[in-house]
Nanobody, 123 residues
Framework: QVQLVESGGGLVQAGGSLRLSCAASGRTFSSYTMGWFRQAPGKEREFVAAISWNSGVTRYTGSVKGRFTISRDKTKNTVYLQMNSLKPEDAAVYYC????????????????WGQGTQVTVSS
């Protein structure tokens, strides 16, 4: 069983930056995709970014492309989401997740989820 723990959420001003971390317990499969999703009040869970653990190939939703960067540190079993130029519309609970599908964008295809970390963006 894989356990995912997010950290790094908080309150930032619009235009600011924040880095989220997701620590995975044990050894992750090299074929796993690690993804970030977010959910704002009254909205469905939304795909944000994904990275292939093995190859490092990434995928982003259009609204964050150029502002967010997903990365991973294999030594630390940790996935990061660097968020720059934050906008109020980015405010949400951010979740880390793991899936077997390659760069999967569908939340239902992810097998493991963290507890989420709150990101608030003030204007």
């Amino acid at each position: 069983q894989v356990q995912l723990v997010e950290s790094g959420g908080g309150l930032v001003q619009a235009g600011g930056s924040l880095r989220l971390s997701c620590a995975a317990s044990g050894r992750t499969f090299s074929s796993y995709t690690m993804g970030w999703f977010r959910q704002a009040p009254g909205k469905e869970r939304e795909f944000v970014a994904a990275i292939s653990w093995n190859s490092g190939v990434t995928r982003y939703t259009g609204s964050v492309k150029g502002r967010f960067t997903i990365s991973r540190d294999k030594t630390k079993n940790t996935v990061y989401l660097q968020m720059n130029s934050l906008k109020p519309e980015d405010a949400a609970v951010y979740y880390c997740a793991a899936a077997l599908g390659f760069l999967d964008t569908t939340a239902g295809n992810y097998d493991y989820w963290g507890q989420g970390t709150q990101v608030t963006v003030s204007s």
